[in-house]
């Protein structure tokens, strides 16, 4: 039932933006006001959008949050409930060390100060699925405060380095999962399974409208998006509906709102809570939760019982932003095909492998794999895992493009065949299909030759000052070879016997 926890409250001109992870929570804020302009008889009128995200993302560990109950994913229900996860009398929490160092972790990536001292919180209110009547959660000093997260934008069709917003971070917070109600409308019942209630990601947009230079205007918070789609449809539609609610003279309440997915549209759901009702207060059965950097870790400290947070950012890994730039640094792509390459989950490994193994230059590298080989496993609905061609067969395949060995129509039809034949090696499928570039430069110059002797008007032309036919004579000669010449050496060949 525990799990870490971002979550988002207003800081400023803008709602803060949080996230909540399986053990841990954070607030993120950002002023993102957005500009929506409407069209009267008399002039025209404009609205600020200001929006606030409040993630709950789960943490990847073995067991709860302040229990030792598993946490294993579809599990039966109520079949990894502890004591403690029912709220038996006399049960206590014990803290776990791995959501707290994962807490740290995100907290650093988000370029948040790291509290050395933290203090736990009770949040009240009274759900079935929540038997304690409370929920443990940070609310006076969370574990992390005052991040940021920089992004870049697309600009038409493509993705700008220097069109970049900046995402405020307020604060990443542990915080205790409830369970989940699953309700049997069939037997007018509701079910509880103390689990745990979250998925992976779970996200609360609050969304607020008013005119610029006024003031921010009440809030709503819609509850439970489970995905990127459905969460920039919810806000979509609920700053059209405030702002058409406003505008014939309505007002906005301070509400909490669902998503219908299937009208595409926000329902009321009940009155927004406010501090006072959760009855905030310091959890009495968790001490303060005491963290260590390099300096003041203590000499004769237990490496297991102690979070060391110089620890934790030295092993930090390699963030997006940073993989991103070092993509255009080393191979000289664009900034938009690095942002393809970490989007696709397994694509990035797949390219670096085939750059290390490949003679071929690095733009046409990423040419191939982001139009050819990923637009084949979008049409199939694959995984790059699933990928029946592996990164060494397209390495190879892509040198014997580089060095001429075969042309690039042919190393289409051979990538057409590993997809199909995965029992097949790229030179297997080249001595089959006998798709070797004509090498023999006497043989693809007798064929020139006798395509020239065959097309006389066409000879005449090119010799009139219409370079446009010699285009038309190349291809000749490839359909004589089959595909099997290369056209630029074709084109040298042809223009010196032409003179």
């Known amino acids: 039932m525990a799990a870490p926890i971002l979550r988002c409250a207003r800081a400023g001109r803008c709602w803060s933006l949080g996230s909540r992870p399986r053990r841990t929570r954070a607030l993120f804020a950002e002023p993102v006001p957005g500009r929506v302009r409407e069209q009267s008889s008399a002039a025209a009128h404009e609205w600020a959008a200001v929006v606030g995200l409040e993630i709950h993302a789960q943490i990847s560990s073995n067991s709860k949050l302040f229990s030792g109950s598993q946490v294993s994913f579809l599990a039966p229900p109520n079949s990894s409930v502890s004591f403690f996860d029912a709220s038996l009398p006399g049960t206590l929490p014990v803290l776990n060390r791995r959501c707290v160092k994962a807490a740290v972790m995100t907290g650093l990536a988000l370029n948040c100060t790291v509290n050395k001292k933290s203090l736990f919180d009770r949040k009240h209110y009274f759900y ?6 409370y929920q443990i959660t940070q609310q ?18 493509h993705w700008s380095p220097s069109a970049t917003k900046t995402v405020r971070i307020k604060q990443i917070q542990l915080e205790q999962d409830s369970g989940k109600s699953l309700h049997d409308d069939t037997r007018s019942q509701t079910l509880i399974d103390l689990n745990r209630a979250e998925g992976q990601l779970r996200v609360d947009a609050n969304v607020s409208v008013h005119h610029p230079g006024e003031p921010l ?8 998006l489970n995905s990127i789609r459905f969460l920039a449809k919810a806000i979509d539609y609920e700053i059209q509906r405030q702002i058409e609610e406003l505008r014939n003279g309505g007002k906005i309440l301070n509400e909490t709102r669902a998503f219908d997915e299937k009208l595409g549209c926000t329902v009321s759901m009940r009155d927004k809570e406010g501090k006072q009702d959760y009855r905030f207060m310091p959890e009495p059965n968790l001490p303060p939760l005491i963290l260590y950097d390099a300096e003041s870790l203590p000499t004769a400290a237990d490496p297991q ?5 110089d620890w934790i950012r030295e092993r930090l890994p390699e963030l997006p932003s ?22 696709e989950d397994g694509l990035l490994e797949f390219f ?3 750059m290390k193994e490949t003679r071929a230059e690095p733009k046409k590298v990423i040419g191939w794999i982001l139009s050819t080989f990923l637009g084949y496993l979008k049409q199939r609905n694959l995984a790059v895992s699933e990928s029946p061609i592996s990164p060494s067969s397209l390495a190879e395949l892509l040198s014997l493009v580089d060095s001429k060995v075969i042309s690039l129509p042919a190393a289409k039809q051979v990538f057409e065949e590993l997809w199909q034949n995965q029992g097949k090696t790229t030179g297997q499928i ?3 299909k006998k798709l070797e570039l004509l090498q023999n430069q006497e043989e693809l110059e007798e064929i020139c030759q006798a395509v020239l002797a065959e097309h006389p008007q066409e000879v005449m032309a090119v010799k009139k000052g219409n370079q446009k036919v010699v285009n038309k004579l190349i291809g000749m000669v490839r359909r004589a070879t089959e595909g099997r010449a290369d056209p630029i050496r074709i084109k040298q060949i042809l223009e010196k016997q032409l003179q």
């Open 140 to 157: 006076r000093l969370p574990i992390a405060v005052n991040g940021c997260l920089t992004y870049s934008l697309s600009v038409g069709a």
């Open 430 to 432: 080249i001595q089959e």
């Open 128 to 133: 079935a699925d929540l038997p304690a009547g």
């Open 217 to 224: 205007g009440v809030r709503t918070e819609v509850k439970n």
């Open 352 to 354: 670096q492998t085939v």
């Open 305 to 309: 019982q102690v979070v060391n947070i």
């Open 322 to 343: 940073v993989t991103r730039g070092r993509l255009v640094e080393q191979y000289g792509i664009l900034p938009e095909h690095s942002f393809a390459l970490l989007n």
